[in-house]
């Protein structure tokens, strides 16, 4: 049976979906810094497997260690947390720096997508990559490796607090990823954080259309207070 844990999450898969158009991870880390949460944003090098693509849901932390051998039964520690995902969530891979094999590939995404599932973000490498891009899942990795994790990584536990880039990630936090780099909205800011951001992609839009009126930049800053 799928855990339906995050049942409790205020927005809908709709919602955040919608979301996704309205802001990204350079307005959410302005929010953040507005809030006084200035290191929240995991370290550059992650890449979204399909560009303009913005991933927001809420985090699904699932913790990784190395490994050297390879296991009777595989897959044990993976197929339970891909039975608890639940709708909207963000598989967020902590690998403490798993380097050896790939963490994400195209089965991965598949039963993601069938739990309706957000995406993914994994501190690690993806395999699969154009079958996954052909799916439209979104995934947010640090590159590609075409070995399997069988035998050389194994997920240990799933919807547990983790540490990635020294942000803390801990389930129903806020992910939001793009083009730009991956966000974590801890939970308790979730309401203040989108709301902020929201609102200055409004402001920047008023600034835009000035500025393009001819309004000189500084008065337009006056105005609206975003650059």
């Known amino acids: 049976m799928r855990d339906m844990s995050s049942s409790h999450h205020r927005f809908t898969a709709p919602k955040l979906a919608e979301l996704g158009v309205q802001i990204g991870s350079s307005l959410v880390s302005d929010a953040l810094d507005a809030a006084g949460l200035r290191q929240q944003t995991l370290a550059p090098g992650y890449v979204p497997l399909i560009a303009d693509q913005v991933l927001v849901g809420y985090a699904f932390p699932v913790r990784v260690e190395a490994t050297d051998e390879i296991p009777d039964v595989p897959y044990v520690g993976l ?8 709708p909207g969530e963000v598989w967020v891979g902590a690998s403490g720096g798993f380097r050896h094999a790939s963490l994400w590939g195209e089965l991965l ?97 008023q600034f835009r259309q000035a500025v393009s009126r001819g309004v000189p930049p500084s008065e337009a800053f006056k105005t609206f207070g975003v650059l």
């Open 79 to 86: 197929l339970r947390a891909l039975d608890a995902i639940g």
């Open 109 to 205: 995404s598949t039963a993601c997508m069938a739990a309706g599932a957000a995406g993914a973000v994994v501190d690690g490498y993806a395999r699969d990559r154009n079958a996954i891009r052909r799916l439209g899942f979104p995934v947010m990795c640090r590159g590609a490796d075409p070995r399997d994790i069988n035998g050389r990584g194994e997920v240990v536990e799933h919807r547990v607090a983790v540490e990635v880039d020294g942000v803390t990630i801990a389930a129903g936090d806020l992910v939001v990823g793009d083009d730009d780099g991956v966000v974590i909205v801890p939970e308790s800011f979730v309401d203040e954080v989108v709301s902020a951001a929201v609102e200055k992609s409004r402001r920047e839009g």
